[in-house]
């Protein structure tokens, strides 16, 4: 139960931050499916106890694979759909803590969630980096024509 109450959460954040950055109302429940496709990998993932920047990686490479295929479904840019799925993903709890320890004078668990805010950052940036590439390199051979 936990984990499907856990994917509709994400269905609706994406969706949230889909509606407050005025996505096209046609793209909004494409949105949320990658939202939700992206978390449900997340959490197999982090279930499996592989680790979190595993887990950030794969999903942000199946929010970017998804996004390019959807987008060229509802003829919108893969933009419109990767910004809002990868919401759930942001790690906003720990840069939560950097900050409050920061302001608290704990200098060394601030530093820690520091860093680990930055490592799932490039996580994310690095999962869809791979998707765009591979993307684009299916693409480019799969539009060539046999000679």
């Given at each position: 139960?936990h984990?499907?109450?856990?994917?509709?959460?994400?269905?609706?954040?994406?969706?949230?931050f889909?509606?407050i950055?005025?996505?096209?109302?046609?793209?909004?429940?494409?949105?949320?499916?990658?939202?939700?496709?992206?978390w449900?990998?997340?959490?197999?993932?982090?279930?499996?106890?592989l680790?979190?920047?595993?887990a950030?990686?794969?999903?942000a490479?199946i929010?970017?694979l998804?996004?390019?295929?959807?987008?060229?479904?509802?003829?919108?840019?893969t933009?419109?759909?990767n910004?809002?799925?990868?919401?759930?993903?942001v790690?906003?709890?720990q840069?939560?803590?950097?900050v409050?320890?920061?302001?608290?004078?704990?200098n060394?668990?601030a530093?820690?969630?520091m860093?680990?805010?930055?490592?799932i950052?490039g996580?994310?940036?690095?999962?869809l980096?791979?998707?765009?590439?591979?993307?684009?390199t299916w693409?480019?051979?799969?539009?060539?024509?046999?000679?």
């Amino acid at each position: 139960m936990h984990v499907i109450i856990s994917l509709v959460f994400a269905y609706l954040t994406t969706m949230g931050f889909a509606i407050i950055i005025n996505i096209p109302r046609r793209a909004l429940p494409a949105c949320g499916l990658v939202g939700l496709c992206g978390w449900a990998v997340f959490m197999a993932i982090k279930g499996l106890e592989l680790g979190g920047m595993l887990a950030n990686l794969l999903s942000a490479f199946i929010i970017g694979l998804a996004s390019m295929y959807l987008a060229r479904k509802i003829k919108v840019p893969t933009i419109l759909l990767n910004i809002p799925s990868l919401v759930p993903l942001v790690p906003g709890g720990q840069a939560y803590q950097a900050v409050r320890n920061f302001a608290l004078h704990n200098n060394q668990v601030a530093l820690t969630f520091m860093v680990e805010v930055v490592l799932i950052a490039g996580a994310i940036a690095m999962g869809l980096f791979l998707a765009e590439f591979t993307g684009e390199t299916w693409l480019k051979f799969s539009l060539k024509t046999p000679s």
